[in-house]
């Protein structure tokens, strides 16, 4: 226990903050972005065939196993990895949720091409539909650009949130750091044969 005297005040104070608080804006952006394409990942196989985005067929909400497993579930992993990075205000909070994004990106990129060791038939979920030009726009938007997006934007934050230096809590904690300073030459070996 913790007793605050004239000595160790500023001990007290900073043994009920946590040690590594950083700004909130520190991942805000990139954790906004992952969100929206995580989102947008998990729900495009559903209702792309309303304007005539979509793999195998038109039907909208066409759910699957396969869907779930390339879409759903990292869309989800990047939407929770998303989060983190936009609220987190601890170090460890922050670079957890870059590499949630980090991981569902790459599950994205690479799942409908690992999705063939399940079923060599061909992809799982079927072909793009539409001409060419619409068909690059398919894997890009469904899988392959969102992926790469994902996991640029997760690995980028969670470096920001290892760079950033913590931030002084309060005051009180500022004012104890300058009095431990200041009362630091006295404490020294030295300092005792000085006077």
């Known amino acids: 226990m913790l007793v605050a005297t004239e000595g160790n005040t500023a001990t007290a104070a900073s043994a009920n903050r946590p040690a590594h608080r950083?700004?909130?804006?520190?991942?805000a952006l990139s954790g906004l972005i992952v969100i929206v394409l995580g989102a947008w990942g998990a729900l495009v196989p559903f209702i792309g065939a309303y304007f005539h985005y979509a793999f195998g067929s038109?039907?909208?909400?066409?759910f699957s196993t396969n869907r779930l497993v390339l879409s759903v579930i990292p869309g989800v992993v990047a939407v929770i990895g998303g989060w983190l990075l936009l609220t987190s205000a601890?170090?460890?909070?922050?670079v957890f949720g870059g590499w949630l994004a980090v991981a569902a990106g790459i599950w994205f990129a690479v799942g409908p091409v690992v999705s063939l060791l399940w079923h060599p038939a061909g992809y799982p979920i079927g072909h793009p539909?539409?001409?060419?030009?619409?068909?690059?726009?398919?894997?890009l938007g469904?899988?392959?650009?969102?992926g790469v997006i994902i996991a640029t934007l997760g690995a980028f934050a969670?470096?920001?949130f290892v760079s950033r230096p913590r931030l002084a809590?309060?005051?009180?904690?500022?004012?104890?750091?300058?009095?431990?300073?200041?009362?630091?030459?006295?404490?020294r070996p030295g300092a005792a044969r000085a006077e």
């Not at 601890?90 to 922050?94: A, F, L, T």
């Open 22 to 27: 950083l700004p909130r804006t520190t991942g």
């Open 58 to 62: 038109y039907s909208a909400w066409q």
């Open 90 to 94: 601890r170090r460890s909070s922050g």
């Open 129 to 139: 539909m539409g001409a060419r030009f619409p068909q690059v726009l398919e894997w």
């Open 142 to 146: 469904f899988f392959f650009g969102i």
């Open 158 to 160: 969670s470096g920001r």
């Open 169 to 187: 809590e309060d005051a009180a904690i500022a004012a104890g750091t300058a009095a431990r300073e200041v009362a630091e030459p006295a404490r």
